[in-house]
């Protein structure tokens, strides 16, 4: 008697946490779309060119950069950990695109196969570093992100690299969805080919696991280091598509390029409702919306013609609000 | 501060928990210059008790005095000034610091600016002398031996500038023979100076032996308090083990042929907590495992699913031998193994139940071999199929396992191995921290995962459990099996007799 009231007790408690989950889920994803709308509408209303279909573009294109890199950094964070490497990455395979092309004159394709290719070389040794030599991701990537940026700025030089094959004006250019450029449409593609890998293959689900809890993981039978390596690689290799887009976007290459876009990548994907503390939470096509969200602010700054210094700043503290509203969010739990 | 007012008077201590009550009106007295003995079951209420004490835990309700006089023990800081202190049984110490620094913790003596290393080493070496003890204060904890960093743990308590209430929370797990009886000659040497002390142990021939009073508690009441000299062992195990539900518990379905083998140890070693222990499992089978805590009985089952350093023996799974050197290897055999930390080593908190149940079996959900996808169809019906077999809600699988009960979360466990078709199933303390009625499925879905043709090899420390669970009962006595029972022919008081080591009148099956 005394165990079937427990178990009534039981399916009560069980009904009640449900909803409360299912309420939870609600509030997180249409917490960002509704932040998103919001900003869409304040914005919108106080900025007669906010709208503009050439200003929605450029926000679009704005973001595309930053916004494959993020893909790359979301896969990480959910895995647990957190790559620093970004920025010099991209930097890398700016370097490596535009040399090969502009300097050797070699086809864009062999170009961007070696810049992929240097920059998952990166992605291997900071999954190596992380999940064999077992180093701290944060320490680990910091210290690539220095290996990365020196190799990039030695084959540079101290010049500017101007592009010339027409590719890279092809990607900023030429549209072909709405009005919008073949980068946004990669960067658009790249977001809906891995939020769906990520939802229905093996491997997204062990990323989930990884990040979710490590110890239960291997004890799941799962292979940290597997994941941990494929995980830093996927990254990497996101970076360097990243920084053929960059090349592209601007058309030449300078020294300073992907100078600090891991935290920009950061703040969308905890814009988006990552976490920095915890893995195994979060959505990639969240991290879009994070980007579109951080695109917007930039984007609106500039219009009301916000000194770019500033905008830095409010960049630093937008990641320090995510940083305390994850914390805070996560901390009631 | 008259000699009649005991020195420690707990009275009407409650601890109220979400869901439980961990301690229920007790009522504790101890008098100075003795040494009163704390037994009961795991999850009696000992640890809520001592942690009130340490200031860990503020009570529900209840009042304790020190001398006659009301204190609030509101922080371990507070404990600390009224001279109450706690020997932990997992050491507390930090390895890479000296003997010395560890004992003065948090005060150490300064010379205005810097802590004054001399006097540091001084009075660590003068409440080492005064227990009599020669281990050198400069030296690293992390290089003396477990026994002695139980000594230091004791030093680290000495230092308190007037101990009035000393407690030792299961002092000899993890000591041998010549160091219990060292620890019990400082224990002997404290009291005689006037301090209370409070006992915590299950080794009951220990509590009989050093302590002068004990108080039994079960599910977090007093059941009784005896005086030692009037106690035998029996006895004690009678008061703590009471009428259980798992007494209620009858396995329907036993294998009456003798399956195969389907897991044999013989000669394994782990480390030196496991000295050579030999087992079998047969298919259809419930093997239970017990043993005192610090008997090598954890450590022996993350031994057989790969979680374990230092594995030495033969193990051989369905007749092929192999020690499994990783989790990921043991599930490749076959092993699969469910810890006593659901939390930690189990669960994924933020994922959903049914990804919790399918993780491991994510290559039997997908498309096909060459579209390697997650057909979340399949995955839906094998999930709802392991979970509706192991009693969990269909509902319940779309939801994050973090909301679900600790019965329900064990259960989710049962079903991803279930899942997975483990041949051999490891389950360490399967029960801790599941109400009543979840416990009874648990029982009733172990038997039934045998029935299926799994051998499942059980560690528990509730001997109810094991009597009403098992086909057979290993008794481990440091690290090696002592005794087997069949439990249709052995009492409770036989396992716990073997158990303390002692010798008993069951019959002795191989």
Known sequence: MSADASRLGGVRTLQRAVVADRARWLAETLGIVAIAGALLLAFSLTSSQFLLAENVRNIFVQISVVGVAAIGETLVMLAGGLDLSVGSVVLLSEVISADLTATHHLAWPVALLAALGAAGGIGLLNGVLVAVVGIEPILATLGTLLVAAGLGQRILGLRYLQVTNPVFNDLAVKNVIFNLPIMVAVMLALYAVVAFAVRTTPFGRMIYAVGGNRRAARLSGLSLVGVTIAVFVIAGILSGVAGFLNVAQTGLVSQNDGMGMEFQAIIAALVGGLSVTAGGVGRVERTLLGALIVGMMTNYQTIKGIDPSFQQAFLGGLLVAAILADRLLRGRQ | ?510
């Open chain 2, 1 to 510: 501060m008259t000699a009649d007012v005991p020195l420690l008077r707990i009275t009407g201590m409650t601890k109220r928990f979400p869901g439980t009550l961990a301690l229920d009106d007790v009522d504790l007295v101890v008098e100075r210059g003795t040494i009163h003995g704390l037994v009961g079951e795991n999850g009696a209420g000992k640890s809520t008790l001592l942690k009130i004490l340490a200031g860990d835990y503020q009570p529900t309700a209840g009042r304790i005095e020190l001398d006659g006089e009301e204190v609030h023990v509101s922080t371990p800081r507070r404990a600390h000034e009224l001279g109450i202190g706690i020997v932990y049984q997992e050491l507390s110490l930090l390895t890479n610091l000296s003997v010395a620094h560890n004992i003065s913790l948090g005060s150490e003596p300064t010379n205005g600016l810097a802590i004054d290393e001399r006097s540091l080493v001084d009075s660590a070496r003068r409440v080492l002398d005064r227990m009599g003890v020669a281990v050198d204060p400069e030296q690293k904890v992390g290089k003396i031996p477990l026994a002695e960093r139980q000594l230091v743990e004791i030093a680290k308590v000495l230092t308190l500038r007037r101990p009035r209430v000393l407690i030792f929370d299961e002092p000899t797990a993890a000591l041998g023979q010549a160091d219990v009886d060292r620890l019990f000659r400082i224990v002997e040497a404290l009291r005689d100076e006037g301090v209370a002390i409070i006992f915590v142990s299950h080794r009951y021939r220990e509590v009989l032996r050093v302590c002068d009073r004990a108080t039994v508690l079960r599910n977090g009441r007093v059941v009784a308090e005896v005086a030692c000299a009037d106690t035998s062992v029996e006895h004690l195990v009678e008061l703590t083990l009471g009428e259980k539900v798992a007494a209620a518990f009858h396995r329907d379905w036993r294998s009456d042929v003798a399956g195969e083998p389907v897991l044999e140890l013989s000669g394994l070693e782990v480390g030196a907590r496991v000295r050579g222990v030999d087992l079998s499992v047969r298919r259809g089978e419930i093997v239970s495992v017990c043993g005192l805590l610090g008997s090598g009985q954890n450590q022996l089952a993350r031994a057989v699913a790969g979680d374990a350093p230092d594995v030495t023996g033969t193990l051989r799974v369905k007749g092929a031998a192999a020690v499994p050197r990783s989790p990921r290897q043991a599930l490749r055999l076959g092993i699969a193994l469910i810890t006593e930390n659901r939390q930690e080593e189990g669960l994924f908190p933020d994922m959903p139940v049914r990804s919790n149940i399918s993780i491991s079996s994510l290559g039997r959900v997908l498309v096909s071999r060459v579209l390697r996808l997650i057909d979340p169809r399949r995955e839906r019906r094998l999930a709802a199929e392991v979970a509706a077999a192991t009693g969990i809600a269909q509902a319940a699988l779309r939801r994050r396992v973090r909301v679900l009960s600790g019965g329900n979360q064990q259960k989710s466990l049962l079903a991803r191995w279930l899942m997975r078709r483990a041949d051999v199933l490891v389950l360490i303390e399967p029960t801790r921290g599941v109400d009543v009625g979840a416990k009874l499925e648990i029982y009733r879905e172990l038997e039934e995962l045998a029935r299926r043709g799994a051998g499942v090899l059980v560690v528990s420390t509730d001997i109810l459990e094991v009597m009403a669970l098992s086909d057979r009962v290993a008794v481990l006595c440091q690290g090696r099996v002592a005794r087997v029972f069949d439990p249709r022919h052995a009492t409770e008081q036989d396992i716990l007799l073997a158990m303390q080591g002692a010798p008993t009148r069951a019959e002795v099956t191989a």
